[in-house]
């Protein structure tokens, strides 16, 4: 992009090449996560009971070492009361940031979702439609050799919101691969 001005001889000149384009300046990275998570619940209310996560999220680096982002989560189970069942949340998340200048990525996650799985009650968690979750964790990237490939581990408690009785928190860890678009870029633009 390059600006323009005229004066007053209607003669016309540039001023200056900017460094950066638009959308580096607004969005200085793109971080694209996959992740897998399998819980083997076996105690005398989740008998036999097995969680598979498989979560996604996209999102770009604003301003301030924030990440804002979109994620969902494909869950597949089954257990000792339900042979087989398929769950989907859906949500916005947050990530600060807090070791910007170093290669791997510290943050802090704030997330809110919407879907259908209710960590509810005794015996295996079941469908329970509109519920909303806000959840909160720690996470990790953590760069593999010279690339923009990641490590990625995280872990979350999302409080249940929402009509449902005996809520319990659904807490989730989560091992996956990141790909960082811009991040070696980010000191220079930070």
């Not at 001005?5 to 460094?19: L, R």
Request: glycine letters at 8%; hydrophobic letters at 40%.
């Amino acid at each position: 992009m390059v600006l323009f001005f005229a004066n007053n001889d209607s003669h016309v000149s540039s001023i200056v090449q900017p460094k950066f384009s638009l959308f580096e300046l607004l969005f200085k990275a793109v971080r694209l996560n996959t992740g897998f998570t399998h819980w083997d619940h076996g105690s005398e209310e989740f008998v036999n009971f097995h969680e598979i996560t498989w979560s996604n999220q996209v999102s770009v680096l604003i301003p301030h070492d924030l990440y804002i982002g979109l994620q969902l989560y494909s869950l597949y189970t089954w257990g000792s009361y339900v042979s087989e069942e398929n769950f989907l949340l859906k949500g916005v998340f947050i990530h600060y940031d807090f070791i910007p200048n170093e290669k791997a990525m510290g943050y802090v996650e704030l997330s809110y979702m919407q879907g259908d799985y209710c960590y509810c009650g005794p015996g295996d968690p079941y469908r329970f439609p509109n519920l909303h979750y806000i959840g909160v964790g720690p996470g990790l990237d953590y760069p593999i050799l010279k690339s923009n490939f990641f490590a990625h581990a995280s872990v979350l408690a999302h409080i249940i919101a929402g009509s449902a009785e005996d809520k319990y928190p659904y807490i989730i860890y989560k091992f996956g691969l990141s790909y960082h678009i811009g991040k070696p870029r980010y000191a220079a633009l930070h």
